[in-house]
C-alpha cells in the first residue's frame, strides 16, 4: 500500500526480503533439527557455573551464549524455546486463519440473521483488545499447552471472517459459482472448491501479517509468566526469567529478546512484500 | 397421454424489492409482468427486446434460479424451483453472456469439462466419451483441455461453456445474449453451431438477444418484450412485417440493414430512452414513444389480439387478419 | 441521520450486552472458580461458604440474572481477595492507567506525524528509507523487551530514569517510549503513505501549476486529504494501547488497571477480571461509537452506505 500509487513496484525481490525469509527458513530448520536431540527436561543445570556470560562478553566456549541463573546453558534453553514459539505461532496462525475464513464464508453464504449475528460477533472482537479476553480466558481455564495454542489461535479471527465474507460475497454471485450451481453443484463444492481457491491469495496476506502478531502475542502472555508454562519454554519465558537478572546478567533477557525481535522483523518484512505481490491493489 | 411441454409459463410476473435514490424504504418494482408462453421439445423460441426490458429476469425465474412472484412456471411439467438441483441441470442449462467468467480461472479445461459428470457421478471411462463428443460437436480440438480458461480467445471460451453444458445431455438450452461478447465473425460461426445443435440434438433452445437478425435465423417462435411484457409473438416471417407492433417495426427500423434479412416497414425511429420500471407509464406502456399513440394508449392497457395462426399483437390497433381476408 | 445514529446506538448496546454475556459465561464455564480460588486442600465446609457467599452454588441462569441487574445498578461483585467491591478496586487504578495512555497517545501522535511526514517530504532519499527501516524495527520489537532494553540502558546503565513506580515525570518517559513506539511508527508508515497519495491528486498539481509556493500546497491542499484517513488509524490504535498498557505497566511497575489486571489473572479474581473486561469493552465500543458518529456527521456517504 506504501508504495503502489506512486512508485512502480520494483520487479525484483528486496535483498533484505531474502535475508528475512533466510532467517526465518533458518530458524525453523534450527528448530526442527533441535528437536532431534534436545527437550525441555533434559538441559543439565550446573549450579558450578551459574549466570556465566557469554563468548565474548568473558564467557568461554563450553556455554557459547553464556548459562542462565541455574547454569543451564542458554544456548540449549533458546533453541527449545525457538520451537516452542514457532510452534504455538505456527499453529495459532492456522487455526485463526482456518476458523475465521470459515465463519466469514457462512455469514457470506447465509444471509440475514446468521450474517447478522456472525458480524455483529465479529465487530465485538475487533472493538476489543485481544489480549484482555486471552488473559481472562487463561486465567480462568488455567494453565494448559493446547488450551493456549486454542486462545493464542482465535487472535485474528474477526480479520479473516471479514476479509472471507465480503470476498465470498462478491464470488458468490461469480459466473463460475453460478455455473457450477447450475450443473447441479452442491454448496461444498461451490464454496470449498472454486470460491475459496479464488479468494485464497487475499487470506494467505492476511496469513503473513497474522504470523509475526501471534507470535507477539504468545511471547507476552508468556513473559506475564501466564503462557507457556514450566518446564516448557519460550522465547518469552526467557526473557521473563531474565528481567528479574537485568542488572546482574543481562543476556539472559536479552539474548531471546534479540532472536523474538529478528524474527517478528523478518516476518513483517515477508508479509509486506507477500501483500505487494500477492495484493497489490488493496491492504487494510 | 402426451408428454408434458418441455417450458410453459403463465401469467408469470415478478417483483423486486428496490431502494431507489435517496429513499430510506423499499419499493415493490414489478420487472417482468403476465408473461405467458409455451416451448415443444425440439423448437426454438426467439426473446427480443432491448436492454433492460427483463428478458434476463424471465430466464431466471423460468430456470428455477428465482421464484415467480405470481402466475406460475413449468419444466417438463414441473415447478422449476422445485426440481432438485441435479435433476434440473439434465434438464436445462444456462449459456449466458460472458463465458470466460463461468469458467473457474484457477481450473484447467479438461477438470471444467469433466466436472458436471464428476457431480453427477458418471464413472471415469464415460467421462472421456462424453467430453470427446462434446469438444466434437463444439469443434474445439482435445489439446485444449490442458489449457486454463484465461488462455482461450472469447469464441472458444462460449464454445467450452456450450460443450459444458452438453456433456449433460441437457433438452433445453436457455441462452442469455450468447453472442453480444463476440465479434462479428465469431457470431457467425456460433449461430451455425446453435443450428447444428437444434438439428443434430434436437436441442430445444429460449434464444435471447437484442439482435433480431440472429434471433430471426434461429427461431421457430418469436417473442418480443417491452418494460417486462410481451407485446408480441409469432413466427419469424411476420415478425416485424406490417401488421406487427409498432415497437417491433421500430426494432427493426433501428436494426443496422446489413444483418436484418428482412425490408424495412416505415421508418418509425423509436423516441428516446425506454421509461423504468419503477416508473411505468399508465395505460399502454409503450405510449410515450409510440407515434401510432391516441388517447386510448395513454388512458386503457392494450389487449392481446390473435392476429393470425400463432401471431398474436398487444396493440389498441391490432387487427385480426382472419376475419379481414373474409 | 437520526436513523443512522440510531443504528449504532442500538448496535452499540448490543455489542456491550454481548460482551456482558459472553464474559460471564466465559468465567464460569472455564472451571469452578471456588476450586481455583481456594487452595487444593481445603475443606469442604470452606468451599460451601465460599460458594453461598459468592452466590456459587445457585444454577447458571440465576447467577446470570442477577449479575446482568447487578452491572445495571453499577455493582460489580467484591473481590475475592480482599472483599471490597470491584468497581472500587479497579476504579482506584484508572487515573494512573489514563496518565500513561493519554501521554503514550500523544508521543504516538507526535512522532508518527513527525516522521511520517519527513519520510514524505524526502520521499525516496536516504532519510525515508532511514526512517522507514526504523519504523520496521519499531513496531517489530514486542514492547516488553523494548521495555527492558530501556531500563537497561536508561535505568542501569546510566541512571538518569527511574525503572519503577509513578512519582514525577520522569518515571513516565521510558513507559510512554515503550507503549508509543509500536503505534507511533504504525502510524509514521500510514501518515508518510496518506501524504504520498494525497500528493498526486490532481488538484495539487493543479494548485503546483497556479504557482502556489510548495509550503502552501502542503499545508493547504496535502495535508487536509491526508488528514482523514490518519484519523481513522489513530482511532484503530486504541486498541493496540490498552493491550500494550498491561504488558508494560507490570514492565515497569506503574501501579495502574494494566498491572492490575496481571496480577487479579494470576490469582483468579473473578469478579475484578470481570469488571476490568466490561470497563475495557465500554470504553473501547463508547469510542467506536463516537468515532462513526462524526464520520456519518462528516461524510453523508458513511450515513447512507450499510456496513463498511
Given at each position: ?18 535475508c ?24 543439565p ?20 551464549l ?17 520451537r ?23 455469514a ?10 456472525l458480524?455483529t ?7 476489543l483488545p ?16 493446547w ?8 487472535y ?23 455455473a ?7 454448496s ?11 479468494i ?15 507470535m ?9 509468566g ?6 516448557d519454554?519460550s ?29 517478528a ?12 505481490v ?6 487494510p | 397421454m ?11 410476473s ?11 424504504w423499499r ?5 417482468i ?19 433492460g ?14 421464484w ?12 422449476p ?22 469458467l ?31 469438444l466434437?460437436?463444439v ?11 484465461h488462455?482461450?480467445?472469447g ?11 452438453l ?9 442469455d ?5 463476440l ?64 415497437y ?17 416497414s416505415g421508418?418509425a425511429?423509436i423516441?428516446?430512452?425506454p ?51 373474409e | ?5 440510531t ?6 448496546a ?11 459465561f ?16 481445603a475443606p ?39 472483599g ?33 511526514s519527513?519520510?514524505a ?19 517489530s ?7 527492558l ?45 496518506a501524504?504520498l497519495?494525497a ?6 498539481r493543479?494548485?503546483?501549476s ?20 490518519t484519523?481513522?488509524?489513530l ?10 498498557g ?13 498491572r ?17 473486561v466490561l470497563?475495557?469493552?465500554a ?26
Open positions: 500500500m506504501f508504495e503502489t500509487q506512486t512508485v512502480p513496484r520494483p520487479a525484483k525481490t528486496p535483498r533484505i526480503v531474502f528475512a525469509l533466510a532467517f526465518l527458513a533458518g530458524l525453523f530448520v534450527v528448530a526442527l533439527l533441535s528437536s532431534f536431540f534436545v527437550g525441555p527436561s533434559d538441559i543445570s550446573d549450579l558450578r557455573a551459574r549466570l556465566e556470560p557469554p563468548l565474548f562478553f568473558g564467557g568461554s566456549w563450553a556455554h557459547p553464556g548459562t542462565d541463573e541455574l547454569g543451564r546453558d542458554m544456548l540449549m534453553r533458546l533453541l527449545v524455546s525457538i516452542t514459539s514457532l510452534l504455538v505461532a505456527t499453529l495459532g496462525t492456522l487455526i485463526g486463519a482456518v476458523l475465521g475464513t470459515a465463519v466469514g464464508m457462512v457470506a453464504s447465509y444471509s440475514g440473521i446468521v450474517d447478522d449475528a458480524m460477533l465479529v465487530d465485538v472482537q475487533a472493538s485481544f489480549i484482555i479476553i486471552a488473559l481472562a480466558v487463561i486465567a480462568f481455564a488455567g494453565p494448559g499447552f488450551l493456549f495454542i486454542l486462545v493464542v489461535g482465535l485474528g479471527w474477526e480479520r479473516y471472517a471479514r476479509i472471507a465474507r465480503s470476498l465470498t460475497l462478491s464470488a458468490q454471485e461469480s459466473g463460475y459459482a453460478r457450477t450451481a447450475h450443473l447441479g453443484g452442491g461444498f463444492r461451490i464454496y470449498v472448491r472454486h470460491i475459496l481457491p479464488n485464497a491469495s487475499a487470506l494467505l496476506v492476511a496469513l503473513t501479517v497474522n504470523f509475526p502478531e501471534t507477539l502475542l504468545e511471547t507476552s502472555l508468556s513473559f506475564l501466564l503462557g507457556v508454562q514450566p518446564p519454554t522465547l518469552g519465558t526467557m526473557i521473563g526469567d531474565g528481567r528479574t537478572y537485568l542488572v546482574t546478567a543481562w543476556w539472559i533477557a536479552v539474548v531471546p529478546g534479540v532472536v523474538l525481535s529478528l524474527s522483523l523478518s516476518a513483517s518484512l515477508v508479509g509486506d512484500w507477500c501483500r505487494d500477492l495484493d497489490p491493489v488493496k491492504s | 402426451t408428454e408434458p411441454l418441455l417450458l410453459e409459463a403463465r401469467a408469470l415478478k417483483a423486486f424489492r428496490v431502494r431507489s435514490a435517496g429513499s430510506v419499493r415493490l418494482t414489478t420487472i409482468e403476465d408473461i405467458s408462453l409455451r416451448l415443444d421439445i425440439g423448437r426454438t423460441l426467439g426473446l427480443v427486446g432491448e436492454s426490458s427483463g428478458k434476463s429476469t424471465l430466464a431466471s425465474v423460468l430456470i428455477g434460479d428465482l415467480p412472484s405470481g402466475g406460475e412456471a413449468r419444466l417438463s411439467g414441473r415447478r424451483t422445485e426440481i432438485p438441483r441435479r435433476q434440473r441441470a439434465r434438464i436445462v442449462q444456462p449459456i449466458v453472456q460472458d463465458p470466460r467468467a463461468s473457474d480461472p484457477r481450473w484447467p479445461i479438461g477438470k471444467l469439462l469433466s466436472e458436471p459428470l464428476e457431480i453427477h457421478g458418471d464413472d471415469i471411462d464415460k467421462r472421456h466419451a462424453k467430453i470427446a463428443s462434446a466434437e460437436a469443434d474445439l480440438p482435445s489439446d485444449i483441455l490442458s489449457r486454463f480458461p488462455e482461450v480467445s469464441g472458444q471460451a462460449q464454445r467450452l461453456a456450450i460443450a459444458r453444458a456433456v449433460l445431455d441437457p433438452q433445453l438450452l436457455v441462452c445474449e450468447p453472442l453480444s461478447a465479434d462479428l465473425i465469431t457470431q457467425t460461426g456460433m449461430i451455425s453451431l446453435f443450428q447444428r445443435l437444434k438439428t443434430q440434438r434436437r436441442l430445444s433452445m429460449l434464444f435471447i438477444s437484442h439482435d433480431l437478425a440472429a434471433v430471426r435465423e434461429l427461431s421457430d417462435q418469436m417473442a418480443v418484450m417491452y418494460l417486462g411484457r410481451i407485446v408480441e409473438i409469432g413466427p419469424p416471417d411476420v415478425i416485424g412485417g406490417p401488421l406487427s407492433h409498432p417491433t417495426r421500430a426494432l427493426v427500423a433501428a436494426a443496422p440493414r446489413f444483418t436484418t434479412g428482412l425490408r424495412r421508418r425511429p423516441l428516446g430512452e421509461p423504468s420500471h419503477a416508473a411505468k407509464p399508465p395505460g399502454c406502456a409503450f405510449h410515450p414513444r409510440c407515434p401510432a399513440a391516441a388517447p386510448v394508449c395513454r388512458r386503457d392497457a392494450p389487449p392481446t389480439v390473435r392476429i393470425m395462426g400463432e401471431h398474436s399483437v398487444t396493440c389498441h390497433f391490432a387487427q385480426p387478419q382472419a376475419l379481414a381476408a | 441521520m437520526i436513523l443512522f445514529a443504528g449504532k446506538l442500538v448496535r452499540a448490543l455489542a456491550l450486552w454481548l460482551v456482558a454475556t459472553l464474559s460471564f466465559a468465567l464460569r464455564m472455564a472451571g469452578d472458580p471456588a476450586m481455583a480460588f481456594l487452595p487444593p486442600d469442604a465446609v470452606q468451599v460451601e461458604q465460599f460458594k453461598k457467599k459468592w452466590n456459587l452454588d445457585q444454577p447458571l441462569p440465576s447467577q446470570y440474572a442477577a449479575y446482568l441487574v447487578n452491572i445495571a445498578q453499577g455493582d460489580f461483585g467484591r473481590s475475592f481477595s480482599d471490597r467491591p470491584a468497581s472500587k478496586v479497579v476504579g482506584e487504578r484508572i487515573p494512573k492507567t489514563l496518565l500513561l495512555l493519554g501521554a503514550s497517545f500523544a508521543f504516538i501522535v507526535v512522532f508518527g506525524l513527525t516522521l511520517g519527513l519520510a517530504l524526502a520521499h525516496n532519499t536516504f532519510l525515508d528509507r532511514a526512517i522507514m527501516l526504523i519504523t520496521v524495527m519499531g513496531y520489537i514486542p514492547n516488553f523487551f523494548l521495555g532494553l530501556l531500563i537497561l540502558t536508561f535505568a542501569v546503565q546510566f541512571r538518569w530514569l527511574p525503572s519503577s513506580g509513578s512519582d514525577g515525570w520522569q518515571a513516565l518517559v521510558l513507559p510512554v517510549i515503550t507503549i508509543g513506539t509500536t503505534g507511533g511508527a504504525v502510524v509514521a508508515r500510514f501518515v508518510r503513505a501524504i497519495d500528493k498526486t491528486g490532481p488538484h495539487v493543479a494548485a503546483r497556479r504557482g502556489l509556493a510548495e509550503r502552501t500546497v502542503f499545508l493547504g491542499h496535502i495535508a487536509p486529504n491526508a488528514a482523514l484517513p484519523a481513522t488509524v482511532g484503530l490504535l486504541l486498541g493496540g494501547l490498552v493491550a500494550g498491561v504488558v508494560t505497566e507490570t514492565v515497569f511497575a506503574w501501579p495502574g488497571v494494566g492490575l489486571t496481571v496480577t487479579a489473572v494470576a490469582e483468579r479474581n473473578l469478579a475484578v477480571v470481570q469488571t476490568i470497563l475495557v469493552a470504553s473501547m465500543i463508547t469510542a467506536n461509537l463516537a468515532v462513526d458518529l462524526l464520520y456519518g456527521w462528516l461524510d453523508p456517504r458513511v450515513r447512507q452506505g450499510g456496513r463498511r
